[in-house]
C-alpha cells in the first residue's frame, strides 16, 4: 500500500447504491463526497448507526432514538473490495462504485461462533461494551483488514436482502499513512489490523417509513421453531400482528409488522374494517409455509358498530398477493386476546367510547371493568390463516343483485325514468352498507355518476341515458361477486373459503381468488319520431289495464309497458277506423295507457289529434292537457266523453312546444260494444 492525498471535493449523492453497479466516469469537482451512508451520515437510515471507534458518536444525531435499539434482528455483513486501481484517488470513491471481479471477501452471519455479527447489550452480553450507545445495546464484528493490494473496501450492513447502511474503509500499508486518509469520510484502518465494526439498529429500521411515527415493529422467527411477532395500534385492544407456527424447514427469517393504507380504495371496494397490517418477511421464505400462519388484527373501528352480530362473523381476513390480487382467507379463531389494561385505562376507554357515541365498545369495556378480560374481536377471533406475507385487511364479502331498472325500453338520447338499482349483500343475505359500485354504460350511452357507495340497506344506483338500439350497463364491484364472476358456492356467492359456520364441515379450507364482478342491465333505445305522426304510427307504448286502475297518466316511467302500433282497439265493421285500423288489440270495457315520443327541430305549433271510442285524456310532457281541446266538448269523470263511431277531428289540441323530445301519452277508456284509439300530431298550419 501506499499513501493517499486528500480527495477532491465531489457533488453530493444520494446514498443508495449497493456494491455492485456500473462504473462511474469522471466526477465534477463541487461539494465533498461522503461514502458513510447512516442515520448520522448524508441521510441514511434514520434508524441505523455506526458506532464508535469506526465513526463519531452516533447518540449526537437528532434521529437517533434513546432506549430504540432493537436486538430480536439477525443482521449480517457483506464486505468487498471496490472495483478501483490502487492508484485511484479518494475522490474516485461514490456510492455507485461497484465490489472488485471476485465478489466479496468476507461475509458474517449472525450467530455466536467464529467470524461472525453478535448481539451486545440487552440478551447479549456487556450492556455497553465500549459502544457509546446510550442504552446498552448494538451489535459487533471484527473484521481483519486483508495485506492486499486493494485500497478500498466497503461494509455494508444487511438484514436479510435489505440493506441498512454502509461504510467504506481506506486501507494504508504503514500507521504514518493514516493521517493522509480523510477520516471525516472513511474508515481509515492499517493492514492486517482488525477493524471493530459495531453498529446499531432501532426499531424502525426495517419499516416502510423509517422515519415516520406509523406503529411497526421488527423481529427474527426461526421458522422450525414458530414465533409471534405483533405491535399494539390500540392502547385498549389487543395487539396485532402475525403468528407462524412450528415449520418443517429450517430457516431465520426477519420479519416486520407494520400499518398500510386500507385496502378500499386502493385495491377492493368491499367495506373494510380494522387497521391495514404489512408483514414483510427478510429473506424471502425459501419455500412456502406448510402449516399456515394466522394473521391476526384485533383493534375495534368505530364503524364496526354498523355490523349486525352475525355479520360479524362473516367479516374475513383479506390479503394483497405479490401478483396484486386480493385473497380471502379462512378464519382463524380466537386469535385476539383482549390487553389486560389496568382499571383506570378501561374507565378512560369507556369513557372515550362514549364520547365517540361507539356504544358496544362503551359496553365492553364496562363489563371488563366488572371481570376478567375476554376474547373479542372484528370476526370469530380476530384472524386469518395464510401461506404467504404482503398486506392484510378485514372486508365484509358481498354480492350483487338487481333491483331494479332493468330492460327498460325508452326514447334515446333521454335518460332512464327508473335509476338502474343493485343491493349488495352478504353470504347470509343481509345488506352490506359501505361497499363502491361501478358503473359503466356501453353502446353510447352514459351514466351519470360512475360510481356509487351502497346505503344502509345495501342499495346503490345512478343514473342512465341511453342511445338509440341497444345499450348495456355493468355495475361491478373489486371483489364483490355478481352473476359475471362469482365465488366457490352455487349461485351467486361472494368470494369467500368454504368453511363452518357458512356450510358444512370441510378439512383445510383454501383461501379464495377475489374478481370483479358484475351485473348487466339492458335497455332499449327508441328513435323519437319526427312530424307528422300517424295515422296507425309504430312504436308506441301501451299498458291494458282495469277500468280506472292506476289513475292518471304521470310523466315518466315505462314500467309494464309493452310496445305496439296504433291504433289500438278492436275490431267492428260498424266503423270504418275499427274495423280497418286495429294494429294492437285493446279489448272492451277496460282502459290503455299508451305513449309516444316525437321531436321538433325548432320551437313550434303542433296539431295533435284524436280518434277514441269512448273516451280519452290526454297529457303532453307529463302535463295533462284534456281540459284543453279546441271547441265545446263533454266530459265525464275528466274524461273527454265522446260517443259513435271515432274521428280524427273529434278532440284536436293545438300547442306550442320547445325544441327536442316531447312526449304524448293518452289514456282511453272503452266502456263496452267496441274500442279504438289513435292519435295524429303534424305542424299546425299558420293561422289566419
Known sequence: MFSRVKPAALAALALTAACQGERVG?????????????????????EFFFLPPLVKRGQDSPNWTPGGFNGNLRPSLAICALDLPASAPESAVLPSTPCRAGGYLATYPFGTDGPTVRLHGPGGGDPDDGAG????????????????????????????????????????????????????EFIARKDGTVAPIKFRIERR???????????????????????????????????????VPP??????????????????????????????????VQPALQAPLVDPATVFVCDYPPDVSSLTHAQRHRVTLHRLKSTGVVEALP???????????????????????????????????ALDLLGPARLHALDRGGGGLTFGFSDFQFALPGRLEIVSGDGQIWTGGATLPSNPTVRVTDVGGDPVAGATVSFAASAGGSVGTPSAVTNAGGLASTTWTIASGLNQLAASGRGIAGTLLNGPRSGVDPFMAIQAPFDPPVANPQPVDLATGSVQFGAT?????????????????????PQGANPGFPAGGLTGLALGGAGFGTANSGCSLNG????????????????????????????????????????????????????????????????GCPSYDSFVFRLTVGAGVHELALRGRDRGSQAFLDATVSVAPTEP
Open 525 to 545: 333505445g327508441l328513435t323519437p319520431a319526427t312530424l307528422p305522426i300517424g295515422p296507425f304510427s309504430p312504436d308506441w307504448f301501451y299498458q291494458v289495464v
Open 331 to 365: 378464519h382463524a379463531d380466537h386469535a385476539c386476546i383482549a390487553p389486560s389494561a389496568s382499571t383506570g385505562d378501561r374507565l378512560r376507554g369507556m369513557i372515550r367510547y362514549l364520547a365517540e357515541r361507539r356504544w358496544e365498545m362503551a359496553g365492553e369495556q
Open 133 to 184: 450507545d446510550g442504552d446498552g445495546g448494538h451489535y459487533h464484528a471484527n473484521w481483519k483488514v486483508p495485506n492486499t493490494s486493494d485500497v478500498f473496501f466497503r461494509i455494508r450492513v444487511l438484514v436479510g436482502t435489505v440493506q441498512l447502511g454502509f461504510a467504506d474503509l481506506h486501507s494504508v500499508e504503514s500507521g504514518k499513512d493514516l493521517k493522509n486518509v480523510n477520516t471525516g
Open 580 to 643: 280497418e285500423g286495429v294494429n294492437t288489440a285493446w279489448p272492451t270495457d277496460s282502459d290503455i295507457l299508451a305513449k309516444k315520443y316525437f321531436t321538433v327541430p325548432t320551437t313550434t305549433t303542433v296539431r295533435i289529434a284524436i280518434a277514441v271510442d269512448n273516451d280519452v285524456r290526454v297529457f303532453l310532457d307529463g302535463v295533462e292537457i284534456t281540459s284543453t281541446a279546441i271547441g265545446e266538448h263533454d266530459f265525464l269523470d275528466g274524461y273527454l266523453r265522446h260517443e
Open 205 to 243: 429500521a426495517l419499516c416502510d417509513d423509517p422515519a415516520g411515527t406509523a406503529p411497526c415493529v421488527s423481529a427474527d422467527i426461526d421458522l422450525g421453531e414458530g414465533g409471534t411477532v405483533s405491535l399494539v395500534t390500540d392502547p385498549l385492544q389487543a395487539p396485532s400482528g402475525v403468528a
Open 247 to 280: 415449520q418443517p424447514q429450517s430457516q431465520t427469517v426477519t420479519v416486520t409488522v407494520q400499518t398500510c393504507a386500507d385496502f378500499n380504495p386502493r385495491v377492493i371496494d368491499l367495506p373494510t374494517f380494522g387497521t391495514c397490517l404489512r408483514i414483510t
Open 26 to 46: 469522471p466526477v465534477e469537482e463541487a461539494a465533498p463526497s461522503f461514502v458513510i451512508s447512516d442515520g448520522a451520515n448524508n441521510a441514511g437510515n434514520p
